[in-house]
């Protein structure tokens, strides 16, 4: 068997590693930035300390803020149209997987137009082109979206997340500081640190894992495990957001290049028809499914317990699955995340929808264990 494994180029990490952005500008041979971004971002003066470190090279920029949560189809033709205008060279990607997966489509349709349509870019689009130049300052800690091969849009005319997967798409340098982090809100550092965990006990789990990943995986889970917490209460952590921002990068890593599971499957109809948060629908339904997937999965699940510091000597494999889903769930009720889709506004007459949408999603057929359009209704009814 094969296994590929694809990362960006280069890389940096750390509070303050914004400031690396003018060197690796001219390194580059880049002139003017497409700043991708959303007016949040801007309001609350995150998106500034990153133009501030433009400012002072003397870089010119152009600002495209019309990115919304769950990005959508026009979202990224209006970006299309706003690069073709603004002169730029390279596109600058401030914010969470919003930001960035938007980004990534501009990129890729700007130097591949026959894709212009851009519903034609769902699943593994042949593209010819690698995108315009991207790089990628992640404000969240949870999508990795700056180091992976994927990104997602909506549709919104058939409702539905289209998951994109190129090779080309992968911005050439990812700038993870931690300080873009420290204003991030307790919710939502709460529900993109679960979306970072979902990402590596899936990644984990998932039929295309393999040695590599699984390394990167378990480090990202006893990270996530050591740090989340601290992150949502203590929000100026230094030690603790920046620990966050790596690891979510590491779960992205791997997953990038081996896949995801029915957690995402079911999350993404979640987000294209009642707009819930990616993360939270992730966190609300991961504890159900790992119990779900267990018997499929026993000797990860060993190594997942042992991760989250849960693991006690001599528990058979079964009783180290109980624990970490356990565990798992009761991390998401300390940082508050909603524990049923009634919560959210879903009514039990909307699961059958989302059941026949989840059952053909791209993520779907990495599940470990087989799933059926009837056994995801009833993974639903029970998140309910």
């Not at 889970?221 to 203590?234: D, G, H």
């Not at 620990?243 to 979640?270: C, D, E, K, R, T």
Request: proline content about 5%; charged content about 20%; hydrophobic content about 45%.
């Amino acid at each position: 068997m094969i296994n590929r494994f694809v990362l960006n180029e280069v890389s940096y990490f750390g509070p303050g590693a914004r400031e690396v952005l003018p060197q690796e500008i001219k390194r580059l041979g880049l002139h003017k930035a497409f700043v991708a971004t959303d007016k949040d971002l801007i309001k609350f003066g995150v998106a500034g300390k990153v133009l501030k470190v433009l400012e002072n090279a003397g870089i010119p920029y152009e600002i495209f803020s019309e990115i919304k949560p769950n990005p959508t189809v026009n979202n990224v033709k209006a970006g299309v149209e706003a690069f073709a205008k603004s002169g730029a060279d390279f596109i600058l990607a401030i914010g969470g997987g919003s930001s960035i997966d938007t980004s990534k489509a501009i990129g890729i349709i700007t130097n591949n137009p026959d894709f212009g349509d851009v519903v034609s870019l769902e699943g593994v689009a042949p593209t010819k082109k690698k995108s315009v130049p991207i790089i990628a300052l992640p404000t969240t800690a949870g999508t990795a979206a700056e180091v992976t091969i994927n990104y997602v849009i909506t549709d919104e005319e058939n409702h539905k997340k289209m998951v994109c997967v190129d090779l080309n798409d992968i911005p050439a340098i990812a700038i993870v500081d931690a300080e873009l982090m420290y204003t991030l809100p307790k919710g939502l550092t709460a529900s993109t640190g679960l979306d970072a965990l979902t990402h590596a006990i899936e990644g984990l789990i998932t039929k295309g894992a393999w040695e590599m990943s699984d390394m990167f995986e378990i480090k990202a889970i006893e990270m996530i495990a050591r740090y989340l917490e601290t992150a949502v209460f203590e929000p100026t952590n230094a030690e603790a957001r920046n620990g966050m921002a790596v690891a979510q990068y590491i779960a992205g890593m791997a997953f990038s290049n081996v896949g995801l599971g029915v957690v995402h499957g079911m999350a993404h109809p979640l987000g294209a028809i009642f707009d819930v948060p990616h993360g939270v629908a992730n966190a609300l339904l991961l504890p159900v499914i790992m119990e779900f997937n267990a018997p499929a999965a026993l000797t990860k699940y060993v190594d997942i317990a042992k991760a989250m510091n849960v693991y006690k000597d001599g528990m058979s494999q079964e009783e180290a699955a109980k624990a970490v889903v356990e565990a798992v769930k009761a991390l998401s009720v300390k940082v508050g995340i909603p524990q049923h889709l009634s919560e959210l506004g879903i009514k039990e007459e909307d699961l059958p929808r989302l059941a026949a949408s989840a059952i053909a999603d791209v993520c779907t057929p990495g599940n470990p264990r087989e799933v059926t359009e009837e056994i995801i209704l009833e993974l639903y009814k029970k998140a309910f």
